[in-house]
């Protein structure tokens, strides 16, 4: 089982389900990533509309989930297809959830890989040239 924590992983595979919440149909976006040297994992994205509180500024779960989407590589076209998804990278967080007696390993959250911002250049006139940015 693929341990608890932040992982890089790539992207394999999306779907598209409606789950019942509160007696209503609500849309979720599933997608599996594969761990590198793990294997794959999977997590669910809520698609709802009617969860937004305007007064508090919290914005609906589909907006938050959009959003998420856009940061890891979709295009942002409402064509149901969610094109630049498959293939991207991506920095997983895996927790494990318990459920009928056995422990699964499942996504809490999908974020874009972390990049290394440093410029190297400065790193070796400040350093000299054995310091190497992280990869």
């Known amino acids: 089982m693929i341990a608890e924590g932040t992982h890089d992983a790539v992207i394999l595979a999306f779907a598209?389900?409606?789950?019942?919440?509160?007696?209503?149909?609500?849309?979720?976006?599933?997608?599996?990533?594969?761990?590198?040297?793990?294997?794959?994992?999977?997590?669910?994205?809520?698609?709802?509309?009617?969860?937004?509180?305007?007064?508090?500024?919290?914005?609906?779960?589909?907006?938050?989930?959009?959003?998420?989407?856009?940061?890891?590589?979709?295009?942002?076209q409402p064509d149901g297809q969610f094109n630049g998804l498959v293939g991207k990278p991506v920095s997983v967080e895996v927790i494990h959830k318990a459920s009928n007696g056995r422990t699964f390993a499942n996504v809490k959250s999908f974020r874009a890989p972390v990049k290394s911002s440093v410029d190297p250049a400065a790193a070796a006139a400040l350093f000299g040239a054995s310091v190497k940015p992280f990869e």
């Open 16 to 76: 598209l389900r409606n789950v019942t919440v509160r007696g209503k149909a609500t849309p979720v976006m599933d997608i599996t990533a594969n761990v590198k040297g793990e294997g794959p994992v999977r997590g669910s994205m809520f698609l709802n509309d009617d969860d937004a509180d305007p007064v508090k500024g919290y914005k609906s779960s589909r907006d938050r989930s959009f959003d998420t989407l856009r940061r890891i590589g979709w295009d942002g």
